[in-house]
């Protein structure tokens, strides 16, 4: 078991969506309520840093113009 928790057995992937390399037990996730993993922290970070862009992205765009100053 990871110290966060996570476990590779529970990982819903056995290589990683990045490299195609196996996963690691320290490079583990969670998404959507399910584990996943990466083969090293490099790419699991990479994963949650394109997540918080589509996520801000998207809060951008649910704001309505007006409130970002446009008419």
Do not use: Q
């Not at 990683?16 to 490079?27: E, M, T, V």
């Amino acid at each position: 078991m990871s110290d966060d928790g996570l476990n590779i057995e529970d990982a819903v992937n056995e290589t990683c969506p990045w490299s195609g390399k196996p996963i690691a037990a320290d490079s583990l996730t969670r998404y959507r309520d399910v584990v996943v993993g990466f083969c090293n922290p490099g790419c699991r970070d990479k994963f949650a840093a394109a997540l918080d862009h589509f996520e801000k992205a998207i809060a951008d765009r649910d704001v309505p113009l007006l409130a970002k100053g446009i008419e």
